[in-house]
């Protein structure tokens, strides 16, 4: 049992014998806290060697992750060297959709990561919003990792194109037609996003907006293109995801989006060849096994079956904070994103059902937190108990990485390179 939370701590800093939350018993794990580290050039500490060993048998590393920080994709940086280092290609899929992949990739092509990382915040700029997650420094290092000096690239961008998405897609399309008026109107397009979205008037964006027709009418400038028409059949699709979210039908919305993820992961898994190894990082709710918090399966349920068929395994990691600062949406008349305090009390109840004190944490550096004997020693009313995303970690992950000082993600808009 913890006696104290000074002894937790001597543990935790020591590496030294693991954490009991409750008194032994032979057929449980004991419930564990390890110590974490991480770097570009792979994970390290007690905690980094439970999980470079689970890598070996892992077809598929799934990091689920609350947005904003900048220790999730660092961590998803650590993962792939490891994974690189078992000997087989490694793919990373990305939320973000197959269309704004390819637009990082070319401007990575042919340059150095901090090459393109200024070429990439030259193209954001003024359009904080297009792409939520990889306009943060921090995701978009991680995506070009996966890019080598050849030109292929080996990141999958398998979600919807999002709200933003238009403000630097349809730049490209403009210029696939020689006529004026489609050129014109889709620029205008561009500009119109870019202003709503400044001010967080969603409903305001194209891809709220814009009706079946509508598309219809822009494939018929494109008819003869097939790279443009799969370009506007993918605004549709996403069009019509946030329109059902936008109506109140949240079910739908969430199961057409999962169904469109799960797609575009097969289309991108059959044509990597048999087997690939994939690290995954996106927001937790997709990558957990079983019901997730909106009521669906998600992408997460899909993978240990792939990967049971191929005699592996997947393995799926959380990254939830319980304290430290956040990058958020919060546009201004100057730039879109403010760093905030953050505090989640959802890993601090799943602790303290557990047994372990938040207090006992280090105060800096982070953890890692197997959960596989919290599962076991927690009754079904301790779980029932749980806030829902707590409950959602504990049954749908293998392990939680947490601390008390999570970092705050870099946005282009404060990037000085």
Do not use: C
């Not at 800093?13 to 419930?31: H, K, N, Q, R, Y």
């Amino acid at each position: 049992m913890i006696k104290s939370a000074l002894g937790a701590m001597g543990a935790l800093l020591l590496g030294m014998a693991p954490l009991s939350a409750t008194e032994p018993d032979a057929a449980i794990p004991t419930v564990e806290v390890l110590p974490l580290s991480f770097a570009q050039s792979g994970v390290s500490g007690p905690g980094g060697e439970r999980i470079k060993a689970e890598l070996v048998d892992a077809q598929f590393v799934a990091l689920g992750e609350d947005h904003g920080f900048a220790d999730s994709p660092m961590l998803a940086q650590a993962l792939a060297a490891d994974m690189k280092r078992l000997g087989m290609p490694v793919y990373h899929a990305a939320e973000i959709g197959p269309f704004s992949a390819d637009w990082l990739h070319r401007h990575f092509s042919g340059n150095s990561t901090l090459a393109g990382l200024k070429i990439v915040a030259a193209g954001l700029r003024g359009k904080g919003l297009a792409m939520p997650f990889t306009s943060n420094v921090e995701d978009a290092t991680l995506a070009a990792g996966f890019f080598d000096a050849e030109g292929t690239s080996r990141l999958w961008g398998i979600d919807q194109e999002f709200m933003g998405a238009p403000m630097i897609l349809l730049e490209g399309l403009a210029t696939r037609t020689q006529n004026k008026a489609p050129r014109s109107k889709l620029m205008g397009i561009t500009e119109a996003d870019r202003i709503a979205l400044s001010k967080l008037e969603f409903d305001n964006a194209w891809l709220a907006k814009t009706k079946t027709e509508d598309f219809a009418e822009l494939s018929k400038t494109f008819a003869d293109d097939p790279e443009a028409l799969k370009l506007i059949e993918a605004f549709a699709v996403s069009a019509k995801i946030y329109q059902l979210n936008n109506s109140g039908s949240y079910a739908a919305s969430n199961e057409s989006r999962s169904a469109l993820m799960q797609g575009y992961f097969l289309e991108n898994y059959r044509e990597a060849g048999r087997a690939p190894r994939v690290l995954l990082k996106m927001g937790a709710y997709h990558l957990g096994r079983g019901t997730t918090p909106v009521g669906i399966y998600d992408l997460g349920s899909l993978l240990p079956g792939l990967a049971a068929a191929n005699g592996k395994r997947s393995l799926h990691i959380a990254f939830i904070p319980i304290a430290g600062s956040v990058r958020s949406i919060a546009p201004s008349e100057t730039r879109v994103t403010a760093v905030k305090p953050y505090e989640d009390e959802g890993v601090g109840a799943l602790l303290t059902a557990a047994g372990l004190s938040v207090d006992a944490l280090p105060p800096t550096g982070h953890v890692v937190i197997p959960m596989t004997a919290i599962r076991l020693r927690l009754s079904g009313k301790q779980k029932r108990d749980l806030p829902e995303m707590a409950r959602f970690i504990v049954n749908g992950f293998d392990y939680l990485v947490t601390t008390r000082d999570a970092k705050p993600a870099t946005h282009f808009e404060d990037w000085r390179p």
